[in-house]
């Protein structure tokens, strides 16, 4: 079997967690998994990015020189607005995604798929304040407020920032095992019981 792939997406002012977070996960199964899947950041031009609460970030790939994927992960964070409107970056999405056979979003990275074409007639869901944003860019959406992430078979929308774990979570079990997932899960002691 060839090497599976998967490229996270990243861009000036996405959400820290929405990209850390499944980074950790699928860097955890990499680690783990006797398949070894890469897992890597891409940005549009290969340079770096800074993330919407500062944190920068030195992507290995660029657009171009990224190669084939197997997963996309796309975040999301106020980046989205920008990218939502720029008709080259939304074409170069559907182009990415009739090539790639799985693709994800966390958060608010489900408006850029949206406005791409990639929801429409699907159920899917987003950060809790942006469901409007999300009908307005496609009314064909069945928007999903509860689910922390909904999977439509080759596309997965996750709700808001830490639902990324859990949608990263879900994918190493639907893409190898449920027991590896259970494996990655106790490795970065992800056992949410919040103070608060």
């Keep these: ?57 030195v992507p290995d790939r660029s657009t171009t020189d990224v190669g084939p994927i197997h997963v996309l992960v796309y975040p999301g ?19 990415l995604r009739a090539e790639v056979p799985l693709v994800t979003s966390v958060c608010t990275g489900a408006l850029v798929l949206a406005a791409a074409g990639l929801l429409a007639g699907r159920p899917a869901t987003t950060h809790w304040g942006a469901f409007d944003e999300l009908a307005a860019l496609d009314p064909s959406i069945t928007a999903d407020t509860e689910a922390r992430f909904v999977d439509d078979g080759d596309v997965v929308t996750a709700s808001g920032v830490s639902a990324g774990i859990d949608m990263a ?28």
């Design 1 to 57: 079997m060839s090497v599976l792939r998967v490229g996270i997406f990243v861009f000036d002012d996405a959400e820290e967690l929405d990209v850390v977070g499944p980074y950790e996960v699928l860097a955890a199964w990499a680690a783990l998994s006797a398949w070894r899947p890469e897992v890597l950041t891409f940005s549009a031009d290969g340079a770096g990015v800074r993330l919407g609460k500062g944190l920068r970030i």
């Design 77 to 95: 964070g106020r980046g989205t607005r920008v990218l939502v409107k720029d008709r080259a970056h939304l074409a170069w999405l559907r182009g």
């Design 169 to 196: 979570l879900h994918l190493v079990a639907r893409l190898e095992s449920r027991e590896i997932a259970a494996q990655v899960r106790r490795a970065i002691q992800y056992d949410p019981a919040p103070p608060v």
